[in-house]
């Protein structure tokens, strides 16, 4: 027989907690083979079905927990102690356990987004429609990059206002973000923070991963990914020759890289060992060494064939499971500017972060 006190409830809650991060995006619940698209499992995913899940739960429900001010009396008999504390349980694996209570959450909060989104049109279908609506209220031509920048800053940060990707109608001001940023971008796609604020603007209305009812799983969302890998591609491009020239490498550098490794692996194999190895290569000179472990990590599922998903950001246990919803997309993505703001401090140093294990 065991005997499960309060404590030690509280810490397989916790525990679960601390694993969330890992569920955050990409390589663990997608289900998409790199080659030919069939659907099969890839990086340790995390595939806890409905009825492990219940059963799970059921288990947990079925603890008893007796506070330390209860009117239950102690019995003198071992026997009888032990009987008061009995859970008719088989043994539980505490990262069955942990997994399914954070699939839970993440899922219960996906599939929030996914309803409110469903209406939404695609970003193709209305970009003329807001583009002329755009044109009615400014010279587009006549406005500088950063004025524009500055004006879709607004529009993107009110698509979180409105409630991001749980309302039904905020995707305009995203989208009208991406006209402005898209222009922006055409005419001065050598700017690499123009370049970022494009991807993070696609990323706040359109996930990576998405759900496919055909399938019945998530699926890469090939597309944005092929944007995205254009943008990212291209940067990594320019920055590689501005290094050699004679330039520091950035933690902004180190951001793109790790989106463009992200997303090349589904591509191309050579070019994102490629990517990986220039991310190692410059772990000191760019001031990014805390994530070593990370990076070793990211080499070694890639040489073992799988594809991998992780996390640069060490969110705190507390913001979860709301984290859930900035959850699916890239990992340089940080949704809105308070929450920009925090992440900008972590990854910058300002804020200790861990630097054992992918994630938290």
């Known amino acids: 027989m065991k005997t499960i006190n309060k404590a030690v409830v509280l810490a397989v809650i916790i525990a679960a907690v601390t694993f969330v991060m890992i569920l955050l995006f990409y390589g663990r619940a997608e289900v998409e083979s790199c080659d030919n698209g069939n659907a099969k499992s890839v990086n340790r995913q995390i595939d806890i079905s409905t009825a492990l899940h219940n059963d799970l739960v059921s288990q947990v429900e079925r603890i008893t927990v007796v506070p330390k001010n209860s009117s239950v009396k102690q019995k003198k008999s071992q026997t009888a102690d032990e009987e008061l504390f009995e859970l008719d349980l088989p043994d539980i694996d505490e990262d069955e356990l942990e997994r399914a209570i954070a699939a839970a959450e993440a899922d219960k909060i996906w599939k929030s987004q996914d309803a409110a989104m469903h209406g939404w049109p695609g970003y193709a279908q209305v970009r003329e429609e807001l583009h002329k609506e755009l044109l009615e209220k400014m010279d587009m031509k006549e406005l500088s990059d950063e004025e524009l920048t500055k004006i879709a800053l607004g529009f993107r940060e009110n698509f979180w206002k409105l409630g991001g990707c749980f309302s039904k109608t905020s995707y305009r001001q995203a989208y009208k973000a991406r006209v402005l940023l898209e222009f922006a971008y055409e005419r001065s796609d050598w700017d690499l ?168």
């Open 193 to 360: 923070g123009i370049g970022d604020e494009l991807v993070e603007t696609i990323l706040a209305t359109d996930m990576v991963i998405k759900f496919d009812e055909e399938k019945n799983g998530n699926v890469a969302n090939r597309e944005v990914l092929e944007p995205l890998l254009h943008i990212r591609a291209k940067q990594f491009e320019q920055i590689e020759k501005e290094v050699k020239a004679g330039r520091v490498p950035t933690i902004e550098d180190f951001l793109r890289g790790c989106d463009l490794a992200f997303i090349q692996q589904r591509y191309d194999k050579a070019a994102t060992r490629e990517v990986l190895e220039w991310l190692q290569e410059k772990t000191i000179d760019g001031g990014w060494d805390r994530y070593d472990y990370l990076l070793t990590k990211l080499e070694e599922i890639f040489n073992s064939g799988e594809r991998f998903g992780f996390n640069v950001y060490d969110v705190p246990m507390e913001n979860f499971p709301d984290e859930f919803r900035y959850g699916r997309r890239l990992p340089s993505f940080h949704g809105p500017d308070s929450r920009g703001a925090f992440l900008w401090g972590m990854v910058h140093g300002i804020v200790v972060i861990h630097s054992e294990g992918i994630g938290p």
